[in-house]
């Protein structure tokens, strides 16, 4: 059974940062993603991260901020957060999906539970 486990998320000021922590376990190799939902939004993609780590792809909202990164012999992958703003605030959700996807940004197979991310201003 595949379970992703979500951990790091927190209530922090305009500019602090976080890292997000996700474990991997039931299989051994997944493409691995971010994803986060605002209250009275849709779910929307943040960066995703292939198997071997050698390629990673960003939301654009995101991007120059946040870096994916991998431990593989941990199958677990985090998210560090820079220069938090008030609209990164959401519900962050780990996605895994199957080794081949052919883009970072889904569709992905498997989902965490979600840590909240609050930002205040």
């Known amino acids: 059974q595949v379970q992703l486990v979500e951990s790091g998320g927190g209530l922090v000021q305009a500019g602090d940062s976080l890292r997000l922590s996700c474990a991997a376990s039931?299989?051994?190799?997944?493409?691995l993603g971010w994803f986060r939902q605002a209250p009275g939004k849709e779910r929307e993609f943040v960066a995703g991260i292939r198997p071997s780590g050698g390629e990673t792809d960003y939301a654009d909202s995101v991007k120059g901020r946040f870096t994916i990164s991998k431990h593989i012999a941990k199958n677990t992958v985090y998210l560090q957060m820079n220069n938090l703003k008030p609209e990164d605030t959401a519900v962050y959700y780990c996605?895994?999906?199957?080794?081949?996807?052919?883009?970072?940004?889904?569709?992905?197979?498997?989902w965490g539970q979600g840590t909240q991310v609050t930002v205040s201003s």
């Open positions: 039931g299989r051994t190799v997944f493409t």
């Open positions: 996605a895994g999906g199957l080794p081949l996807m052919g883009s970072l940004r889904g569709p992905y197979n498997y």
